[in-house]
């Protein structure tokens, strides 16, 4: 068995599309099973900046297979432009595989997501707009289409205006907006069809054939723990599973098939969109590290909240995804802090906590309680191997894993893929 899952530990962009890019070499398969084009995976190869939102990391490397699994949502015109601009940088998307099942954003979910973020004004979620909601509705409500449904021209149709009874209606009647006509809508997804067939096929079987075999497959989680549907800080979530557990369902995997669960987190903390952030700072650091961590979104270019790293949000990750290792990226941008706070627990109404609460409101108004550390304040872009790091670095990492309780087994101090540090991870 040779099954992995890489997870966002906090609030997304703690820069796992570096971390996956970077192991992926030693894997056969790179499996996508949660989100759609809401993710932002920055790439940096051979000199070049990628930046992916659908298609799995693995997409670079001819050997390996990409997956976008069943738990996705996928928007074609979205994933057709994406596999156009790697195309023409020379990355073959021939080996692309998506999932027979993988549900579709459709016109509408867009101009939903965008419309029902309007009407809620001062409590807009903060979505990235990208229809990811609206279309996991429709999942949920049966109303949904999927990959399959593209290539039957008469069941496209069916479903189409079986959908559009309802969503016209909601388009014209409570937002406003223009409707769609059943034609329009199955001419342009046909022809979408056409194009994606040959990528298309039952990836369950896929998968599970090749654990057998011994190969390794690797699942790429996108967005955090904390921005969950059913564990993060509701409703300020996405609309999917980004935890270990969505890797099985989103894949059609069993959960004994895993070997190791790696938790991607940043060496502090950001967050977009709205929500609680106990650990905020809306002072001169906050906007330090978000300058120098360059904390703009990779899908939409919304400048990221920031703070200091929250070890009971980490510690949470680790019992929600069952992490057996953490990655801790950025390191290199805490070198412009003379000291470095870490959050060990919170306070709320005389109450301790040393995890996330479990009421709402308690975590809303959770007041952090800080632990202060020396900062190193040298450039540490450099260090290869973890005797390398400044003593001070390597005394943070060692309180995080001790706030943890798993081993931090990578460190990245740069952007590129060779900075990073590799101390306990398995190589083929
Ligand atoms: P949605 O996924 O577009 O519905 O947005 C819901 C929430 O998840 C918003 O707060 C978004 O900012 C956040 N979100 C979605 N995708 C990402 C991501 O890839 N990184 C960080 N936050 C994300």
Same mark, same amino acid.
């Given at each position: 068995m040779a099954g992995f899952i890489i997870v966002g530990a906090q609030w997304g962009d703690e820069g796992k599309g570096k971390i996956t890019d970077m192991l992926c070499e030693d894997f056969d398969y790179v499996v996508r099973f949660q989100g759609g084009n809401n993710a932002g995976h920055t790439v940096v190869f051979e000199g070049r900046t990628l930046k992916l939102h659908l298609i799995p990391s693995g997409i670079m490397y001819p050997d390996i297979v990409p997956v976008i699994g069943n738990g996705c949502v996928v928007d074609p015109p979205v994933l057709l432009s994406e596999m156009d601009m790697l195309e023409k940088q020379n990355i073959s998307c021939e080996r692309l595989v998506i999932s027979t099942n993988t549900h579709l954003i459709m016109p509408w979910h867009r101009d939903l997501d965008g419309a029902s973020e309007h009407r809620l004004g001062a409590n807009e979620i903060g979505t990235t707009r990208r229809g990811i909601g609206p279309a996991y509705q429709d999942k949920a409500s049966r109303l949904g289409l999927r990959m399959q449904d593209l290539f039957d021209r008469s069941i496209l149709r069916e479903k189409i205006a079986s959908a559009l009874e309802e969503k016209n209606d909601l388009l014209t009647k409570v937002y406003g907006l223009a409707p769609y006509t059943v034609d329009e809508v199955a001419d342009e997804y046909l022809a979408y069809g056409e194009r994606l067939r040959s990528h298309v096929t039952e990836i369950s079987p896929l998968l599970n054939v090749a654990l057998d075999r011994g190969d390794w497959v690797l699942f790429e989680g996108a967005q955090g723990t904390l921005l969950d549907i059913d564990h993060g800080t509701y409703p300020f979530v996405t609309s999917s599973n980004p935890t270990a557990g969505g890797a099985c369902v989103g894949a059609g995997v069993g959960p004994t098939r895993m070997d190791r669960v790696l938790g991607i987190a940043k060496a502090y903390l950001t967050r977009v969109g709205s929500g609680p952030f106990p650990t905020e700072l809306s002072d001169e650091t906050g906007a330090r590290l978000i300058e120098v961590g360059g904390e703009y979104g990779t899908t939409t270019g919304r400048q990221r909240r920031a703070g200091w790293y929250d070890a009971p949000v980490v510690k949470y990750a680790v019992e929600v995804n069952g992490l057996t290792d953490l990655a801790i990226t950025? $390191?290199?941008? $805490?070198? =412009? =802090?003379e000291t470095i706070k870490v959050c060990v627990a919170y306070e709320h109404r005389g109450k301790r906590y040393t995890t996330v609460p479990g009421h709402q409101s308690a975590f809303h108004h959770a007041a952090p309680i800080y632990e202060e550390l020396p900062g190193w304040k040298v450039d540490i872009s450099g260090c290869r191997r973890f005797e390398d790091l400044p003593a001070e670095a390597r005394d943070y990492l060692g309180y995080l894993e001790e706030l943890a309780g798993v081993p931090v087994s990578i460190i990245a101090v740069g952007p590129s893929r060779e900075q990073t540090i590799l101390r306990d991870w398995p190589q083929r």
């Open positions: 950025k $390191l290199d941008v $805490l070198s =412009c =802090c």
